[in-house]
């Protein structure tokens, strides 16, 4: 691939959200997968991708002793230099569903740590559970 890749118009365009618009537009106990985005790179870029309902896209925000600490480092570089977080979300009809797209995503996009591309996602995906 091209070093500069445009992630935003690969994925199809997605709707990118700020935190409030998100909150927003979250359905209670719906299953979605979520991307979070670097507002500071151009082209866009996102840099993690995840699977929940509810609120779970907001709890990457706050301190873990279990985080991923590649993760946490984009979010307080983002926020040391006044950029935001940028959301995007698609809705699915079940969990199953969601673990599945999460998975699709992150092969497609590809792990920084594997030298594959920009996400800090620590694993392929598909293996969280409800409530975590």
């Known amino acids: 691939m091209d070093s500069i890749i445009d992630y935003y118009d690969m994925l ?6 700020n935190r409030g618009q998100l909150r927003e537009l979250l359905e209670s106990n ?12 151009r082209p866009l870029t996102p840099f993690y991708i995840g699977k929940g309902r509810n609120g779970r896209v907001f709890h990457h925000e706050m301190p873990s002793e ?12 983002l926020t040391r230099e006044n950029h935001d977080v940028g959301y995007s979300i698609e809705y699915l009809e079940n969990e199953e569903e969601a673990h599945v797209r999460e998975v699709e995503l992150i092969a497609t996009i590809g792990r ?3 030298s594959k591309g ?9 293996e969280g559970t409800v409530g975590h």
């Open 12 to 17: 199809g365009s997605p709707v990118l959200l």
């Open 30 to 41: 719906r299953f979605y997968v979520y991307m979070l985005w670097r507002s500071d790179d």
């Open 66 to 77: 279990a985080s991923n600490n590649y993760k946490s480092n984009v979010i307080q570089k």
């Open 112 to 114: 920084s740590n594997l």
């Open 118 to 126: 920009p996400l800090t996602n620590l694993t392929d995906g598909g």
